[in-house]
Structures are given as structure tokens and as C-alpha cells.
């Protein structure tokens, strides 16, 4: 909470495994009194797997959505650090094992709804192993596919999970901040 709100009460009025919803009286600075609904979700990883030529997307059934999304594989963390989840959402949800794993971002999801922050972890040197999904999982296929190709599944709307689409442009920017270094 910003120290120029003050928080005056908050409310549990939901919560699953998954999600947790308050809603927060505060106090603004002007005086004002205001209500926010806050979602609260565990933070999580998003992980880009990358070969260093290809990168590989995943598609699943996301219910909320009623459609297939393609994207990176992301997942809870649970009892795991971040690193540990990463690997282990990677090896369930695109089958792949990584050799090297690196944390690069992290971002929020949407600060005006949720606390959720999305950490972006790269995983290269890849070996394939045989993917394990959850059973509350609908994944359809997995891909691999260039650089370009991910800019042209954004540009044509074939990829439209926000968290993937802000990940791969963190990614180019870290890139070009490591390569100008």
C-alpha cells in the first residue's frame, strides 16, 4: 500500500486454492474514502525456453477464455523457490529439461486489479524429456519456433496471453541491453 493511502479495513470476501479476493476501505491523500477489490494471486513463473535459434510455446484449453492460447509455459510455485518451479513447469508443460536457467524480469500483471508479479526465467541448454502436465491441464501441442514467427503469431492475433507477449519483449530488451554491454 502506498504510504499516501491509508488503509482503513480489508475484508476477505473470497478465496479457493487459487485466489483470494479483499475489499480494501482506504483513505486517499485528498481525503476521499475509497472501495477497492483487490485479487490477490501467488506470484509466478513464466518460463522462455530457448535453444538459441528456436523458442518453444505451448498450446493449451484455458477455460476463463473458452479457447486455446499459445504461450509460454508458466505455473504455480507452491512450496518450490521460483528456479525450482520454473524447471519443474517447464519439464511437465513442454517437455524439455534445462541445462541453464536464469531469472531476467519480473512485472506485474495488472496493478490495478491484482498483486500478482510475473517472474521471467530463461532456460537454455535443453534437453527433451517426455512432458508430465497436471491433471487440471489441457495442453494441445507444443512448438518451436523462431523470433520472427513469435512477432508474427502477436502481429496476427494467433497469440494473445498478455504475460507472454510482455515476456518476449523483455526478453529483446535484455538482449539488446546485454549486447550494447
Not at 506470484?43 to 538459441?52: E, M, R, S, V, Y
Not at 505451448?58 to 477464455?65: C, E, K, S
Not at 507444443?142 to 498478455?162: E, F, Y
Request: net charge positive; aromatic share 10%.
Amino acid at each position: 500500500m502506498p504510504s499516501n493511502c491509508k488503509r482503513l479495513k480489508s475484508k476477505e470476501v473470497y478465496r479457493n486454492p487459487w485466489i483470494w479476493l479483499t475489499e480494501d476501505k482506504v483513505i486517499a491523500p485528498n481525503g476521499r474514502r475509497l472501495t477497492f477489490g483487490v485479487v490477490h494471486k501467488k506470484h509466478f513463473p513464466l518460463i522462455i525456453p530457448c535453444d538459441g535459434k528456436y523458442f518453444t510455446l505451448i498450446q493449451q484449453y484455458r477455460y476463463v477464455v473458452r479457447s486455446v492460447s499459445w504461450e509460454f509455459p508458466q505455473g504455480h510455485v507452491g512450496t518450490k523457490t521460483m528456479l525450482q518451479a520454473a524447471r519443474a513447469e517447464l519439464h511437465e508443460e513442454a517437455g524439455w529439461r534445462a541445462n541453464r536457467i536464469k531469472y531476467l524480469k519480473s512485472f506485474w500483471i495488472n496493478p490495478g486489479l491484482t498483486d500478482q508479479i510475473c517472474y521471467i526465467i530463461l532456460a537454455t541448454g535443453l534437453i527433451k524429456v517426455r512432458s508430465e502436465p497436471d491433471p487440471g491441464e489441457d495442453i494441445r501441442a507444443t512448438k518451436q519456433v523462431s523470433l520472427s514467427q513469435i512477432d508474427k503469431m502477436i502481429a496476427d492475433g494467433s497469440i494473445k496471453d498478455g504475460v507472454t507477449i510482455a515476456a518476449i519483449n523483455l526478453f529483446k530488451i535484455c538482449a539488446k541491453v546485454l549486447t550494447a554491454a
